[in-house]
């Protein structure tokens, strides 16, 4: 018989978008009060592609709406933009400070700017005449350049309509390949593409979160909903992390309140 294996976890790592939530939106009440709960027992890691302030809206407010102090904020850590920007909670300023950032080099944004740009041109899905003033197909979020096809701010099923194939942002990634190949594609959301430099995918983040907070590998537990080869939880699972597979936020709860009902 083998020796029974060491399930000590450290910490809890999670993705966001159907992992935490409905895509996009804040983390639901019950989602807040476990992982409360779990701030406890555990570092809580969240790490997704989405920028700083979409973490304090989705999981930071939610949980202060839960009653978490900054004592227990101390141990939330954000990993944003995939953990190129990593952010944690200073007791003393009561604020969040930005412990990391790898954003792309300027040479980088232009690049991949003018691709994006030249590609969707070609292809005739270049919006620009659908934009609301003010608004851009193109953001820069320092780590990532985002495509939004009809812009940030276009109505939910304007955006739901205008791809609901992905067909049209395949098409565009392929143009963009053929330019850039080294660079990572990601189709996300109804309209969006995100781009990052080589290298910069969920490996980096857990890579900086492991040297960052002193932990092992083994002492890591993951929850995403695309752990499968090509979806963008799968590098973790490729490192070796012990991972959990959820379909959605209503699975990662099932999971958090075992894990909590074990611990007492
Ligand atoms: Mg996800």
């Known amino acids: 018989m083998e020796a029974a294996r060491n399930i000590s976890k450290k910490v809890l790592a ?31 890691c969240p790490i997704s592609g989405q920028k700083f302030e979409q973490f304090l809206i989705q999981i930071v407010e939610p949980l202060r709406e839960a009653g978490v102090s900054g004592q227990q904020l101390t141990h939330l850590h954000l990993f944003v933009a995939q953990g190129t920007q990593y952010y944690r909670y200073d007791l003393e300023q009561k604020d969040w400070t930005q412990v990391y950032n790898y954003p792309l080099t300027e040479e980088q944004i232009a690049q991949i700017t003018a691709t994006l740009e030249a590609a969707a041109r070609e292809l005739g899905y270049w919006e620009e005449g659908k934009l609301k003033p003010g608004d851009q197909i193109i953001e820069n979020r320092l780590s990532q350049i985002t495509f939004s096809a009809l812009g940030q701010t276009a109505g939910t099923e304007e955006k739901y309509a205008w791809d609901p194939d992905m067909k049209k942002r395949e098409a565009i990634v392929a143009k963009c390949r053929e330019k850039l190949p080294d660079f990572l594609y990601e189709i996300g959301g109804t309209t969006s593409i995100n781009v990052a430099a080589p290298g910069m995918n969920k490996t980096f983040g857990m890579t900086h979160l492991m040297e960052e907070l002193g932990v092992k590998q083994e002492e890591i537990l993951y929850f995403g909903d695309m752990t499968q080869p090509g979806g963008n939880d799968y590098p973790v699972v490729e490192m070796g992390i012990d991972a959990i597979t959820v379909r959605s936020h209503e699975d990662t709860t099932y999971a958090l309140r075992g894990i909590l009902g074990i611990l007492g």
């Open 14 to 44: 999670f993705d966001v978008d159907q992992t935490l939530n409905i895509a996009k939106t804040p983390i639901p009440p019950e989602v807040a009060e476990l992982l409360a709960k779990s701030l406890g027992y555990f570092e809580i």
